[in-house]
């Protein structure tokens, strides 16, 4: 079995900036598909941003112009850059990964990282 370790969350002020990190290990190989989720207190999980293998990216709209996502084949690491930071940003912050089989991939959570943003 593989897992996902996110990190580079924390506390933060409002317009200020992030990078979390989420690294693959073990068996986890022939990534298609890398993304961020997030969850906020009383909230469902939410789509962020995701990448496909052959780069293309999609955001919530909520995020558009202010976070980019970005992935490292070779390290089996993808990134979200955090820019202009809000409050209604605070939630934790979830990796995902789809690998394994094209046609029956298997899908990989982290544990989550916690962003907190302070006005």
């Known amino acids: 079995q593989g897992q996902l370790v996110e990190s580079g969350g924390g506390l933060v002020q409002a317009g200020g900036s992030l990078r979390l990190s989420c690294v693959a290990s073990?068996?986890?190989?022939?990534?298609?598909?890398m993304g961020w989720y997030r969850q906020a207190p009383g909230k469902q999980r939410e789509l962020v941003a995701t990448?496909?293998?052959?780069?293309?990216?999609l955001y919530a709209d909520s995020v558009k112009g202010r976070f980019t996502v970005s992935r490292d084949n070779a390290k089996r690491t993808v990134y979200l850059q955090v820019n202009s930071l809000k409050s209604e940003d605070t939630a934790v912050y979830y990796c995902n990964m789809k690998a394994g089989d094209y046609y029956r991939p298997t899908n990989y959570w982290g544990q989550g990282t916690q962003v907190t943003v302070t006005s």
């Open positions: 073990g068996n986890i190989i022939n990534i298609q598909f």
């Open positions: 990448i496909t293998s052959g780069g293309s990216t």
